[in-house]
């Protein structure tokens, strides 16, 4: 399995992927597991595989950034966007190395 941008993966190869990452019992860093469920949602969206996709951002979206408590519905949002994000940069980049 490959996470960078420009490799192909087939829906077996992401589903392999998910099962290792749902694995780890505890990351050490946040960061680099929403980085991770990102890559793994741009793979199975590049698969075709929805049902990978879907579960790949719910994990995503599980991250949560520290609450403010004047505005605890902005953490939630702030992490909508960031995916977004990133499946946006994903996306882009890609295009850019295919053609």
């Known amino acids: 399995m490959c ?11 992401v589903r392999q992927a998910i099962e290792l ?5 505890e990351w050490t860093d946040q960061l680099v597991e929403l980085q991770l469920w990102v890559r793994l949602s741009y793979s199975a969206l590049t698969a075709a595989d929805h049902a990978s996709v879907t579960r790949c951002t719910d994990q995503a979206l599980q991250f949560s950034f520290p ?6 519905s902005v953490s939630r949002l702030i992490t909508v966007v960031v995916v977004l994000l990133l499946l946006f940069f994903y996306t882009l980049s890609a295009k850019d190395t295919k053609g």
Do not use: G, R, T
Request: hydrophobic residues 30%; glycine residues 0%; contains cysteine.
């Open 67 to 72: 609450d403010d408590p004047k505005h605890p």
């Open 3 to 13: 996470l960078a941008e420009n490799c192909d993966s087939d829906a077996a190869d």
């Open 21 to 25: 990452m749902s694995s780890v019992a």
